[in-house]
């Protein structure tokens, strides 16, 4: 499921209308109809309905929505907010139709403010078709006042491709407007969906197909999709009968310092709960491991401490290595000594991160094969010079500039991100505030490895890696309370996680990319 900015969604409606030659009309109809249809399974026949129709697409859409619902036997207030003069091209033919068809409208400018708050107090379901992907700055009266409203009612708010007000760019200035309780979006997921100073916007976002074809997608390159349930199943590693340890990798977990033992046992045993086949921890000698624990299950290596350095490991036979958990940042990891030419994947997170902010530029270099970073936004602000704040409220810009510097990136957060060298983005959309605390950022790291380690290819690991820590988080929320969740409880929720993933019904897509999903 690819997801678009404003300005990609506009190239890929561009290209099917003028590449392609679909009719504008036609692909509005569509829309328009696919909204209503996701709509009309969430509502019942006794609701009264109030569609709020902007003077762009948006708003021909909302007309169309309009038009069936009528069609259908629905109450429906048709309520414009801007004149008809604003109405231009598909939009304005399927006002014409609407009209012609024997429809009326409510023109917003005919109503006193108070009568409009009168209709919208005695509405049951409100659909938002104010303002779409084609925003421009702040919302302008009238519609502003009719987002405010529209923020005040009671009814059940449903928006129209994206909440009115609310811009679809990454880049445009923070937007206000309208906050939906569901957002039924056509085509593509936008990008804001997904960032932290939108979240309250949206509500529950569901996915419409609108028919747009898949050769007009591929136009945006290098694409952002969304890691659904169904592409990490069709990916997890399989253990034939013949399976053997060694063929699910070896790995080095360097982790773990006299005031944070636990991160390293925390990570370790979660590498091995996600498949790892044989760990080796590397900590630094004297640590005492917090017993009992996976600790039995690994291997140790002692590592000395010479002037303030830590010990270089030998790296042959590892396959993959994770550093930083709780490491500390009092000895020094040799990140040129330690990794020059080494040919596996190297993953850095926490106290790594921060140990290997001086060498940022140079570590791709120095190493031969892939290296992950695993910042949450405070690392990533660490890592970029800049604040925590432009990490948030521009995270796929700031992922792919790190990524840009020859690493994947793991930008941990709600809706954690992936981006790969070439800028390729997958979001997250599994997860839970039960995740919210100590040592859940430990745990992914060993689970990252982990999955690593089972060559099931570097992005597979990570998405797989990512999306199964959240939907653990999710699973514990159903025994406990979120507030009572630690990091344990959520490796234990590992195994059954995969298990529940193996065994999910139904066929599998052929391809997830074109499925309607609905993301709770
Ligand atoms: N061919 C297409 O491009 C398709 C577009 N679709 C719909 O079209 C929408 C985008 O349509 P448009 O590009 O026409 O744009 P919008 O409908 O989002 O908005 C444009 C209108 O809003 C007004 N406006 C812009 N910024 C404003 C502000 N800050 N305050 C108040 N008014 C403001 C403009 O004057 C204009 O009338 C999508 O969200 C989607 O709903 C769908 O119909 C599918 C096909
Ligand atoms: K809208």
């Not at 509005?28 to 569609?51: N, W, Y």
């Not at 253990?239 to 310092?257: E, N, T, V």
């Not at 624990?293 to 000395?304: K, N, P, T, V």
């Not at 521009?394 to 941990?412: I, S």
Request: hydrophobic share 40%; proline share 5%; net charge negative.
């Amino acid at each position: 499921m690819q997801i678009v900015s404003g300005t990609e969604m506009r190239t890929i409606d561009d290209m099917t209308i003028n590449q392609y030659g679909f009719e504008e009309f036609a692909l509005m109809e569509s829309a328009g109809r696919a909204f209503t249809e996701a709509l009309c399974q969430r509502i019942t026949r006794q609701d009264r309905i109030l569609v709020f129709i902007g003077g762009g697409n948006n708003g021909g859409d909302a007309v169309i929505c309009a038009r069936h619902l009528l069609e259908r036997g629905y109450d429906v207030i048709p309520l414009l907010v801007v004149e008809d003069t604003h109405f231009k091209g598909a939009a304005k033919k399927h006002l014409e139709l609407f009209r012609d068809f024997g429809h009326e409208v409510l023109h917003l400018s005919s109503l006193q403010v108070e009568k409009s708050k009168t209709i919208v107090d005695q509405t049951d379901v409100i659909v938002d078709g104010m303002l779409g992907t084609g925003v421009k700055g702040a919302v302008r009266e009238p519609v502003a006042t009719m987002v405010s409203l529209v923020n005040q009612a009671k009814a059940c708010v449903f928006s129209l491709d994206i909440p009115s007000g609310m811009p679809a760019d990454e880049a445009a200035p923070e937007g206000f407007g309208v906050k939906a309780d569901m957002t039924i979006t056509l085509s593509n997921p936008k990008e804001t969906f997904y960032l932290p100073k939108y979240r309250l916007y949206t509500g529950k976002i569901i996915t419409v197909d609108i028919g747009i074809p898949a050769k007009a997608q591929q136009t945006i390159t290098p694409g952002k999709f969304l890691i659904t349930p169904e592409s990490v199943r069709n990916n997890l590693p399989v253990r034939g009968p013949d399976f053997h340890k060694g063929k699910a990798g070896r790995g080095l977990l360097i982790a773990g310092s006299q005031v944070m033992p636990g991160a390293a046992a925390l990570s370790g045993e979660a590498a091995l709960r996600s498949g790892a086949g044989l760990l080796t921890l590397g900590i630094q000698a004297g640590v005492t491991l917090p017993l009992p624990g996976a600790c039995r299950e690994y291997m140790y290596r002692l590592l000395q401490v010479d002037d303030g350095k830590l010990e270089c490991i030998p790296l042959q036979g590892y396959d993959a290595v994770a550093v930083g958990p709780g490491l500390g940042r009092d000895h020094a990891i040799q990140w040129e000594k330690q990794f020059n030419g080494y040919a596996g994947t190297v993953v850095v997170d926490a106290d790594g991160l921060h140990q290997l902010k001086g060498h940022i530029t140079k570590f791709p270099l120095q190493t031969k094969g892939p290296v992950v970073l695993t910042p949450h936004p405070g690392e990533m602000a660490m890592l970029l010079d800049c604040s925590k704040e432009e990490v948030e409220g521009h995270r796929f810009e700031k992922a792919r500039e790190l990524a840009a510097m020859g690493y994947y990136v793991v930008l941990k957060g709600k809706n954690t991100i992936i981006a790969n060298p070439d800028g390729s983005l997958w979001v997250n959309t599994s997860g839970s505030p039960a995740l919210s605390k100590g040592g859940t950022g430990d745990v992914l790291t060993g689970m990252i490895l982990g999955m690593i380690l089972q060559g099931i290819g570097l992005v597979h690991a990570l998405k797989a890696a990512v999306y199964i820590h959240g939907a653990c988080g999710e699973r514990t929320e159903h025994v406990q309370e979120a507030m009572a969740v630690t990091a344990g409880d959520v490796i234990n929720e590992i195994g059954p996680v995969i298990r529940h993933l193996k065994l999910m019904p139904g066929p599998l897509p052929v391809d997830i990319e074109w499925e309607t999903v609905i993301i709770e």
